[in-house]
């Protein structure tokens, strides 16, 4: 038995499913498995950080998208980062250095970028006693606080080979301990489709614009060939607002939850913003997704990989979706899904950093 202590955050829900995917599988090959959320770390003092962080993150990064992108653009300088680790680090370096020698991990792997900045400053105090990994959950537009300790790593893992190909030249990465795995899913959760005929459909509101979501649902609700699926996500508000307004719809359904990755072998179509954990699960189940738009800066490389890979398309015209929902023959992307997805998915992460 080893001992795993996995770093995560909860900004955005991509982080938080690949760790506890990889807790789920170690757990059941009799490791011990221990999940620190940054965001309950940062919490640990009367300021509250975490939560503040956080907050400020999901609001900020969805209602102000043009000022967000610029932010996020600054941010991916390593004078910039380093100049913000230097003032995040005297605060709370100590108590992660605590927490870390009394847990005595074999094995630490992070899911949440901002985590290995904590792992450099430790091994550069103590001796090295376990491996280190990093799960990318960026695509292709990497951003570069991923790559900013990238000596005190010792294995790299991302979803596909275009974002490895992206990882060596944007870095000059020279070590080859870059590993494609895709996004760590159970292997219960794949399916290979014959064909695609689109009838039930999920429409994730999260970050969607009013107008295009009321736009797309006047039009939808003439479809009475789709099962329209909407789901609440984080845009409560707009959701509060579209179950009371079509609220007699008879092919509508609403869900304040709906749990996507185990009901997707029953949905044809997802149509959502591209994070990185909707997307692998979607392109697990071979399901197309179209994304009318996107988190600028952090999800611009995740839309990139859908339009590089064919595997979607990004349409904002709520006329233009429908259209393509009538008469786009949708099974065409089903060979490249399978170019990309690996059942092996978490397996290959656990080898590697177990052996």
Same mark, same amino acid.
């Given at each position: 038995?080893?001992?795993?202590?996995?770093?995560?955050?909860?900004?955005?829900?991509?982080?938080?499913?690949?760790?506890?995917?990889?807790?789920?599988?170690?757990?059941?090959?009799?490791?011990?498995?221990?999940?620190?959320? =940054?965001?309950?770390?940062?919490?640990?003092?009367?300021?509250?950080?975490?939560?503040?962080?956080?907050?400020?993150?999901?609001?900020?990064?969805?209602? @102000?998208?043009?000022?967000?992108?610029?932010?996020?653009?600054?941010i991916?300088?390593?004078?910039?980062?380093?100049?913000?680790?230097? *003032?995040?680090?005297?605060? #709370? %370096?100590?108590?992660?250095?605590? $927490?870390?020698?009394?847990?005595?991990?074999?094995?630490?792997?992070?899911? +949440?970028?901002?985590?290995?900045? #904590?792992?450099?400053? @430790?091994?550069?105090?103590?001796?090295?006693t376990?491996?280190?990994?990093?799960?990318?959950?960026?695509?292709?537009?990497i951003?570069?606080?991923?790559?900013?300790?990238?000596?005190?790593?010792?294995?790299?893992?991302? *979803?596909?080979?275009?974002?490895?190909?992206?990882?060596?030249?944007?870095?000059?990465?020279?070590?080859?301990?870059?590993?494609?795995?895709?996004?760590?899913l159970?292997?219960?959760?794949?399916?290979?489709?014959?064909?695609?005929?689109?009838?039930?459909?999920?429409?994730?509101?999260?970050?969607?614009?009013?107008? +295009? =979501?009321?736009?797309?649902?006047?039009?939808?609700?003439?479809?009475?060939?789709?099962?329209?699926? &909407?789901l609440?996500?984080?845009?409560?508000?707009?959701?509060?607002?579209?179950? %009371?307004?079509?609220?007699d719809?008879?092919? #509508?359904? $609403?869900?304040?939850?709906?749990?996507?990755?185990?009901?997707l072998?029953?949905?044809?179509?997802?149509?959502?913003?591209?994070?990185?954990?909707? =997307?692998?699960?979607?392109?697990?189940?071979?399901?197309?997704?179209?994304?009318?738009?996107? *988190?600028?800066?952090?999800?611009?490389?995740? !839309?990139?990989?859908?339009?590089?890979?064919?595997?979607? $398309?990004?349409?904002?015209?709520?006329?233009?979706?429908?259209?393509?929902?009538?008469?786009?023959?949708?099974?065409? #992307? &089903?060979?490249?899904?399978?170019? =990309?997805?690996? !059942?092996?998915?978490?397996?290959?992460?656990?080898?590697?950093?177990?052996?």
């Open positions: 038995m080893k001992k795993v202590l996995i770093l995560t955050g909860s900004y955005g829900s991509g982080h938080n499913r690949a760790a506890r995917v990889l807790e789920k599988q170690l757990i059941a090959e009799w490791n011990q498995v221990l999940i620190l959320d =940054i965001v309950d770390f940062l919490n640990e003092n009367s300021m509250k950080s975490g939560n503040i962080t956080k907050s400020f993150y999901e609001d900020f990064c969805e209602k @102000y998208k043009k000022v967000w992108e610029i932010t996020f653009n600054i991916d300088d390593a004078t910039v980062k380093r100049f913000l680790y230097g *003032i995040k680090y005297p605060i #709370f %370096q100590s108590r992660f250095d605590d $927490f870390v020698q009394t847990y005595e991990p074999d094995v630490v792997l992070s899911v +949440f970028p901002f985590w290995q900045g #904590f792992i450099k400053h @430790y091994l550069k105090k103590y001796e090295k376990f491996k280190t990994g990093v799960f990318i959950t960026d695509s292709i537009n951003h570069s606080i991923w790559y900013l300790d990238k000596d005190y790593i010792d294995y790299y893992f991302v *979803i596909d080979k275009l974002t490895k190909w992206e990882f060596i030249e944007k870095f000059n990465h020279t070590k080859d301990n870059i590993i494609v795995s895709f996004f760590p159970e292997s219960d959760f794949f399916l290979d489709r014959e064909e695609i005929k689109v009838k039930n459909i999920i429409l994730l509101l999260t970050s969607q614009e009013e107008n +295009f =979501i009321l736009d797309l649902l006047e039009i939808l609700k003439t479809r009475k060939e789709f099962n329209i699926n &909407i609440a996500g984080r845009n409560k508000v707009l959701f509060s607002y579209v179950s %009371q307004f079509y609220t719809i008879d092919n #509508f359904k $609403f869900y304040p939850f709906f749990d996507i990755k185990s009901e072998k029953n949905i044809d179509l997802v149509i959502s913003k591209p994070g990185w954990a909707i =997307i692998s699960e979607c392109i697990a189940n071979d399901v197309p997704v179209i994304i009318p738009t996107f *988190i600028a800066g952090q999800e611009e490389g995740n !839309k990139l990989l859908v339009e590089l890979g064919e595997v979607w $398309f990004f349409e904002p015209d709520a006329k233009k979706i429908d259209f393509a929902l009538r008469y786009l023959d949708f099974s065409k #992307f &089903i060979p490249n899904f399978r170019k =990309i997805k690996n !059942k092996d998915s978490t397996k290959i992460i656990i080898d590697t950093l177990m052996n």
